[in-house]
């Protein structure tokens, strides 16, 4: 299997989750709860993983 690295949009959108997550984690945000961050964190992970798998995402 080759890797690809992710556009640049799709890294950033990961970026973004991944750092919402980490704050919902960290501090009490009033829109994500604690449990939601940590389902973040795995969504920007795994939107990573997939777009280096995947040619073009």
């Given at each position: 299997?080759?890797?690809?690295?992710p556009?640049?949009i799709?890294?950033?959108?990961?970026?973004?989750?991944?750092?919402?997550?980490?704050?919902?984690?960290?501090v009490?945000?009033?829109?994500?709860?604690?449990t939601?961050?940590?389902?973040?964190l795995?969504?920007?992970?795994?939107?990573?993983?997939?777009?280096?798998?995947?040619?073009?995402?």
């Amino acid at each position: 299997m080759t890797l690809s690295s992710p556009k640049m949009i799709t890294w950033v959108i990961a970026l973004i989750l991944g750092v919402v997550g980490i704050l919902a984690n960290l501090v009490a945000l009033p829109l994500v709860s604690a449990t939601v961050g940590f389902w973040l964190l795995v969504i920007a992970f795994l939107l990573l993983v997939v777009a280096s798998a995947v040619k073009g995402l």
